[in-house]
């Protein structure tokens, strides 16, 4: 120490030492973590105060805090420690002070720290939760009793099926799952396992369940063993029950013959079945299917089979047709059915004498040189490549006796256009049917009568014409041989008839009289012959023949009554005479006196020209009903229209 005044400053004194008291040191550095982290312990180290108080540092604290808490758990001059003996996944807290002559410390700063969490321990083993389904089940299952430190943050389902094979149904945070996809009335296992973030724990325990029943599965394809061509033996084997007993199987077949669809054959719980009744050479599908409690299984692929062809089938005796002569009979029959193989002949059976018919398109054979008035014993069969059919039903079939012979034929009467014929005896007491041919131009013969009568007159024919016939009777027995042939010719036709003819110009003694014309018959000459019959005589005097068509009557007698008539004689070129034809009517007139002359004229002019005017035709009447039927149409169109024009004005006005 020195002292100072106005003079100056003095010489220091001799140094005094003096110390202070300590304080008490600064806080520790806040505790870092050093190496690492474990699941059960960790290593921590620190600094050491940056202040010690003026005093040596004599220790360290080290204090921990598990959530109970701190608590001392370290004191020394080490500046770190291991911490050990902890729980995995729980997170620590720690902190440290010194102390020295001065005092304790503050806290350092906390540092928490967490150990690493472990794997979680294993579940209990699921359970089911409800009564599993066919093809479906409920698991549900509990946490671990341990969790590793660490929240679960899912779980998993493991699930072995009864191939021993594994797969995973479920990962989740869900502590139950719905498992499907499962095969009915299986075994499966099912375990579970918990995971946190350290990863998966252990399985549990497997839970053991069986799958509800369901229907059976679907059968293998049927085997089928053809045992003849009318019969199969249908077997198949079965299938996986799924959980219940089979109690009947279903066989279905299809025969596209007689139905489209499959139908039932049959139900019961046996492994096979023979189908009989079949066709031949048809071809057959067949499928099963298994049914338990839980109802009926799929169908199984259908199996076709086809039968081997096989004899032809038998020929129905009601299809079997004849016809019977005295020395024949001529069967028809339809084809049976072949049954796979072309049917090659058929054989007919005829009281023991079997014949062979090769033609099996005309289906058809007489069997002749038989006896008449027999009974024979007729059956039929079929023949393939495979073997004979069965005969038909045995049929009897009597002949007839012969056929009546035919009788002679005579003309009974001959004309112009016509022939009368006439045969037998005029007695049929047996009603006989007679058949009478007449041949054509062509040389061929036609039926022109068939019936009982023994007599028929032929129409229209030619004249001079000859013309052919014969005949045949037929009975019970069947059709008799025809006759000889006979020829018969035709008269010549006398000329026409004409009408009445017409008389005109009538004056006191003296008339005109007229006729029609007719027409020209072959290269004969035609006449004419006009007769005249007057009051005062008997009978018709002829007063003109020749070719003329028109005659002048005079000397007649005043106011006397005559009739005048016509006919035509054919001059025959061959010179086998003269053909007269039948007068026309007559035609009556009477001779006017002298003062009535020119009156009658006027009259018979009159007369001519009303006997002149024809009467209309029917094609004559049918245009005039149809002109009226168009002019009356054509009224009421024009009665239409105006009505509607009228309607339409008032509708505007």
């Known amino acids: 120490m020195c002292a100072i005044n106005e003079e100056g400053q003095s010489k220091w004194s001799e140094n005094v030492v003096f110390s202070t008291l300590s304080d008490k040191p600064g806080a520790p550095s806040k505790p870092i973590l050093k190496g690492r982290i474990h699941s059960n312990s960790f290593r921590v180290s620190w600094d050491a105060p940056k202040d010690n108080g003026g005093a040596e540092i004599s220790q360290y604290v080290l204090e921990m805090d598990d959530g109970r808490g701190f608590e001392v758990i370290y004191t020394g001059m080490d500046m770190e420690f291991q911490c050990d003996h902890l729980e995995a996944g729980h997170t620590y807290k720690?902190?440290?002070?010194?102390?020295?002559?001065?005092?304790?410390?503050?806290?350092?700063?906390?540092?928490?720290i967490t150990t690493l969490a472990v794997l979680p321990a294993s579940c209990q083993p699921p359970k089911l939760q409800g009564k599993p389904k066919a093809t479906s089940l409920h698991l549900k299952w509990s946490s671990p009793s341990y969790t590793g430190g660490a929240p679960i943050t899912e779980y998993e389902v493991c699930m072995t099926m009864p191939d021993n094979t594994t797969r995973h149904v479920y990962?989740?945070?869900?502590?139950?799952?719905?498992?499907?996809?499962?095969?009915?009335?299986?075994?499966?296992?099912?375990?579970?396992?918990?995971?946190?973030?350290?990863?998966?724990?252990?399985?549990?325990?497997?839970?053991?369940?069986?799958?509800?029943?369901?229907?059976?599965?679907?059968?293998?394809?049927?085997?089928?063993?053809?045992k003849s061509a009318h019969s199969q033996l249908v077997s198949w084997e079965e299938p996986v029950n799924n959980g219940a007993?089979?109690?009947?199987?279903?066989?279905?077949?299809?025969?596209?013959?007689?139905?489209?669809?499959?139908?039932?054959?049959?139900?019961?719980?046996?492994?096979?079945?023979?189908v009989k009744g079949l066709t031949p050479a048809a071809q057959y599908s067949y499928r099963v299917q298994a049914i338990n409690s839980a109802g009926p299984g799929p169908f199984s692929a259908a199996t076709s089979s086809t039968t081997p062809p096989s004899s032809p089938g038998v020929i129905s005796s009601s299809s079997i047709k004849?016809?019977?002569?005295?020395?024949?009979?001529?069967?028809?029959?339809?084809?049976?059915?072949?049954?796979?193989?072309?049917?090659?002949?058929?054989n007919v059976d005829c009281n023991g004498n079997l014949i062979s018919v090769f033609d099996t398109d005309l289906l058809e054979y007489c069997v002749d040189s038989l006896t008449p008035e027999t009974v024979y014993r007729v059956r039929v069969q079929a023949v393939n490549s495979v073997g004979v059919g069965p005969f038909s039903s045995p049929l009897k079939i009597q002949t007839r006796s012969l056929p009546p012979l035919p009788p002679r034929i005579e003309c009974a009467g001959i004309g112009f256009n016509s022939l009368k014929l006439k045969w037998g005896d005029s007695k049929n007491v047996d009603f006989m049917?007679?058949?009478?041919?007449?041949?054509?131009?062509?040389?061929?013969?036609?039926p022109i009568y068939n019936g009982t009568s023994q007599t028929f007159k032929v129409n229209k024919l030619s004249e001079q014409t000859l013309y052919s016939f014969r005949l045949f009777a037929a009975n019970d027995a069947g059709n008799g041989p025809y006759s000889e042939e006979y020829t018969f010719c035709t008269s010549k036709a006398p000329p026409p008839t004409l009408k009445a003819p017409k008389v005109w110009d009538i004056l006191e003694n003296s008339c005109k009289v007229e006729w029609s014309s007719t027409k020209q018959m072959g290269d004969d000459l035609i006449l004419y012959q006009l007769q005249l019959h007057s009051s005062?005589?008997?009978?018709?005097?002829?007063?003109?023949?020749?070719?003329?068509?028109?005659?002048?009557?005079?000397?007649?007698?005043?106011?006397?009554?005559?009739?005048?008539?016509?006919g035509t004689v054919r001059v025959c070129s061959d010179g086998s005479g003269e053909l007269c034809g039948a007068y026309s009517p007559g035609s009556a007139f009477t001779c006017k006196s002298h003062e009535l002359v020119s009156r009658s004229v006027k009259?018979?002019?009159?007369?001519?020209?009303?006997?002149?005017?024809?009467?209309?035709?029917?094609?004559?009447?049918?245009?005039?009903?149809?002109?009226?039927?168009?002019l009356l149409g054509i009224l009421i169109a024009f009665i239409v229209q105006q009505l509607l024009s009228y309607s339409r004005h008032v509708a505007t006005g």
Not at 172 to 186: H, I, K, Q
Not at 257 to 271: D, H, K, M, N, T
Not at 330 to 344: C, H, K, V, Y
Not at 547 to 564: C, D, F, H, M
């Open 94 to 112: 720690v902190r440290t002070l010194c102390t020295s002559a001065g005092g304790h410390s503050e806290y350092s700063e906390v540092t928490s």
């Open 171 to 226: 990962r989740g945070y869900d502590t139950d799952s719905l498992v499907a996809g499962l095969l009915p009335g299986r075994v499966y296992l099912f375990q579970v396992r918990a995971y946190n973030k350290a990863g998966a724990g252990q399985w549990s325990d497997p839970l053991e369940a069986v799958s509800g029943a369901g229907p059976p599965d679907r059968c293998k394809e049927v085997h089928v063993q053809v």
């Open 245 to 274: 007993t089979i109690t009947e199987f279903r066989l279905e077949w299809l025969n596209q013959r007689e139905s489209p669809e499959f139908i039932q054959l049959y139900v019961g719980p046996a492994l096979n079945y023979e």
């Open 322 to 346: 004849y016809s019977v002569t005295a020395t024949a009979v001529t069967l028809s029959w339809r084809a049976p059915s072949a049954n796979g193989a072309d049917i090659t002949s058929y």
């Open 433 to 446: 049917q007679y058949t009478l041919e007449m041949a054509g131009k062509n040389g061929s013969f036609a």
């Open 536 to 566: 005062l005589e008997n009978e018709f005097r002829t007063v003109y023949r020749g070719s003329e068509i028109s005659y002048a009557l005079e000397g007649l007698e005043q106011k006397s009554e005559y009739r005048v008539r016509v």
């Open 603 to 630: 009259t018979c002019a009159a007369l001519q020209a009303s006997t002149e005017r024809k009467p209309l035709t029917d094609q004559q009447w049918a245009v005039i009903i149809l002109l009226c039927f168009i």
